[in-house]
């Protein structure tokens, strides 16, 4: 069981915006602003898409962005485009001896 | 160009020990933190070990803890993970990953398979 908790899938028609959200505690999410989002393709390693809650790394589409509330954190494609449909995965740093918590994933299906 | 390269993967048998490599450039690797991040077959992303640039900070999962060693040779650019005692459960791609510091991994390298299975 992942210690952040994502939703197994979205989906979403090419042009629209989708969001995924990822809920933690105040000991991760809740607690630091060390939240990141990564992409990753089918047989591809993960790919840093927003880091410290909400920002982007150069040469990542402004397509993305990232937020968070409470122990929740929220990444939002909008525009969306065929080449965005992978998995994404949310990760915080943790008060924990774990040092690094990640959600369990959530595959995006562009429709 | 950033580049991380894992190698020293491969089929093992249960309660057998295997020692992973990643070679590092196009960064200074000497500065950088390093993680192991692994993913069962068909499975998410798990974190495994942390290390920090001089290897005076280390960090394991409680999956892994007092089976792996995670090590370094900042002269030689490359990051170990020595793994023993290994189970089932251990099956996975194992990824090598630069971090910011212990707070981000930034960059992850194309990953190593290991199969634990007799």
């Known amino acids: 069981q992942s210690a952040l908790t994502q939703p197994a899938s979205v989906s979403g028609s090419p042009g629209q915006s989708i969001t995924i959200s990822c809920t933690g505690t105040s000991s991760d999410v809740g607690g630091y602003n060390y939240v990141s989002w990564y992409q990753q393709h089918p047989g591809k390693a993960p790919k840093l898409m927003i880091y410290d809650v909400s920002n982007r790394p150069s040469g990542i589409s402004n397509r993305f962005s990232g937020s968070k509330s409470g122990n929740t954190a929220s990444l939002t494609i909008s525009g969306l485009q065929p080449e965005d449909e992978a998995d994404y995965y949310c990760s915080s740093y943790t008060r924990s001896s774990t040092l690094v918590a990640f959600g369990g994933g959530t595959k995006l299906t562009v429709l | 160009e950033v580049q991380l390269v894992e190698s020293g993967g491969g089929l093992v048998q249960p309660g057998g020990s295997l020692r992973l490599s990643c070679e590092a450039s196009?960064?200074?690797?000497?500065?950088?933190?390093m993680n192991w991040v692994r993913q069962a077959p068909g499975k998410g992303l798990e974190w495994v070990s942390y290390?920090?640039?001089?290897?005076?900070?280390?960090y394991y999962a409680d999956s892994v803890k007092g089976r792996f060693t995670i090590s370094r040779d900042n002269a030689k650019n490359s990051l170990y993970l020595q793994m023993n005692s290994l189970i089932a459960e251990d099956t996975a791609i194992y990824y090598c990953?630069?971090?910011?510091?212990?707070?981000?991994?930034?960059?992850w390298g194309q990953g190593t398979l290991v199969t634990v299975s007799s």
């Open positions: 196009g960064f200074s690797f000497i500065t950088s933190t």
């Open positions: 990953a630069r971090g910011r510091d212990s707070t981000l991994i930034v960059y």
């Open positions: 290390i920090s640039s001089s290897s005076s900070s280390i």
